[in-house]
């Protein structure tokens, strides 16, 4: 039993040192790109109706956390269909490895927000910038087994969110559009860079 435990073991090891190296293909262009169309979409709604969806923090964050949530499970369930196609035996490695790099910067959006809202709501302007920059750090984090070019789109990801910061910082007023426009041009970069990479990949022998 020892053996066979042993042999599991580094069968697994093998595996996760196969994914860190290999070039992570389970991202959707289509899928990404619907998404950065959801924030404008957020974004213009939320302009068109702000008596009822950015009458307060509450109601303003609620929709894009909402939207948030949505484009997760798209992504997530493309992630998980692509990945199976095209990596076979590997996509449960690979998917893991993709997924961890993201996730300290997306706990910590959830927990700054959680903070603000129970601690400082008169600093909640300060949300949308912070999570841009989070966005950024978590896909300079995962550059590694994405396309290099993605390090545009953390690159832009973060001047927005320190664009962001300055210009909410004037008034402290939050604006649909200080999400709308810096998440659905990310998201549409995104998905120009994976649809581009993803002919690259096909065409090699």
Do not use: N
């Amino acid at each position: 039993m020892r053996d066979i435990d042993r042999a599991l073991s580094e069968i697994a090891s093998i595996k996760s040192q196969l994914a860190a190296g290999t070039l992570f293909r389970g991202f959707g262009p289509t899928v990404i790109a619907v998404t950065g169309v959801l924030a404008l979409v957020t974004a213009g709604v939320q302009s068109l109706w702000p008596t009822v969806l950015v009458d307060d923090h509450t109601a303003f964050f609620a929709c894009w956390i909402a939207v948030a949530v949505l484009s997760a499970s798209l992504i997530g369930a493309e992630t998980l269909a692509r990945s199976r196609r095209l990596h076979g035996g590997l996509a449960d490695a690979m998917i893991f490895t993709a997924v961890e790099r993201f996730v300290p910067a997306g706990a910590a959006g959830a927990a700054i927000a959680a903070v603000l809202f129970a601690y400082a709501p008169d600093t909640l302007w300060i949300l949308p910038g912070l999570w841009q920059i989070l966005s950024a750090l978590g896909i300079f984090a995962a550059a590694r087994t994405l396309p290099r070019a993605v390090c545009l789109v953390g690159a832009w990801y973060f001047i927005a969110g320190v664009s962001v910061l300055i210009a909410a910082s004037a008034d402290g007023d939050l604006s649909p559009w200080m999400m709308g426009l810096p998440f659905a041009a990310g998201q549409g970069l995104m998905a120009a860079i994976l649809h581009f990479a993803d002919g690259e990949t096909d065409d090699r022998p």
